[in-house]
């Protein structure tokens, strides 16, 4: 059996101690494992994965990495902060707020730089994942002349130069051209054949399929309504319907109306 890197009891968070973002979350997500989190906008995704990012700590509750509990007194401890970085990698929703370096390739190395890493092994890595990426043209530019595409691959580049054994990634197609999504699709799947975990938030129910083992439903409550295999998951239509996934589209035909179900999708293949 996967060993347990991440273990969430009846977590909750807020923001400013007054605005609800999670209720009650209890997750276990084993090593190798590809897990995905769906649900509506403020449903709580971006919150959730930032919580096990250590970025930001639970309100009630515990989260536990490889059964220590996470929490600001032991990102205090230089060592376990350095243990836990190289670990556990993300990927933000907003690729901005991961780029700020003057160029692409400072961006790129700049995480391996500061965890110590030994610099004849950051130019290993760096010819590995631009090749995978096809960013090698891009090294001398500035982020913000990239496109979100060439932005979203900078930023997967960056956590991937780190090597973690946990990736973690927020809405990682949106707004992508299908050829693009389709490249990181395919990343993913590599590093987790490769033994890595993979956690990813999404909109985009035509890649669940592919990219998860488990999926979990957040919804309006801003807790888990439902967990299961994806095949589970995107066969309950009222179960996405009710969860804001899917939306009723109604139009008229020899002169009868008739009703469908369509998905919030942001890519096609």
């Not at 990012?53 to 902060?81: P, Q, T, V, W, Y």
């Not at 990927?91 to 692409?104: A, E, G, H, M, R």
């Not at 996934?245 to 009703?259: A, N």
Request: with cysteine.
């Amino acid at each position: 059996m996967n060993k347990v890197i991440f273990e969430l009891r009846n977590v909750c968070f807020s923001y400013h101690g007054k605005f609800p973002a999670l209720r009650g979350i209890d997750i276990s997500i084993g090593q190798g494992q590809k897990i995905t989190f769906i649900g509506a906008n403020g449903s709580g995704k971006s919150t959730l994965l930032h919580l096990l990012d250590g970025l930001i700590f639970a309100d009630k509750g515990s989260i536990k990495f490889f059964g220590e509990e996470l929490n600001e007194r032991c990102f205090s401890d230089a060592n376990f902060s350095r243990i836990f970085r190289r670990a556990v990698g993300l990927v933000f929703q907003n690729s901005d707020v991961q780029l700020f370096c003057p160029t692409v390739k400072e961006d790129i190395v700049f995480g391996p730089l500061q965890l110590g890493i030994e610099r004849k092994e950051i130019e290993s890595r760096l010819e590995r994942v631009t090749s995978i990426l096809n960013l090698n043209n891009l090294f001398e530019r500035s982020p913000h002349q990239l496109s979100i595409g060439e932005k979203r691959k900078v930023a997967i580049a960056s956590t991937l130069m780190i090597n973690s054994d946990v990736l973690i990634l927020d809405e990682p197609t949106a707004g992508l051209d299908p050829l693009t999504a389709r490249h990181i699709i395919d990343l993913l799947l590599q590093e987790n054949q490769s033994g890595k975990t993979i956690i990813t938030s999404t909109h985009d129910l035509h890649i669940v399929e592919e990219i998860s083992d488990t999926v979990y439903v957040l919804g309006q409550e801003k807790n888990i309504v439902a967990t299961g295999s994806p095949e589970e998951i995107l066969r309950d239509s009222r179960l996405l319907e009710d969860n804001n996934l899917v939306h009723i589209h109604t139009h008229r035909h020899k002169d009868k109306m008739h009703i469908h179900s369509h998905q919030h999708l942001e890519h096609h293949q």
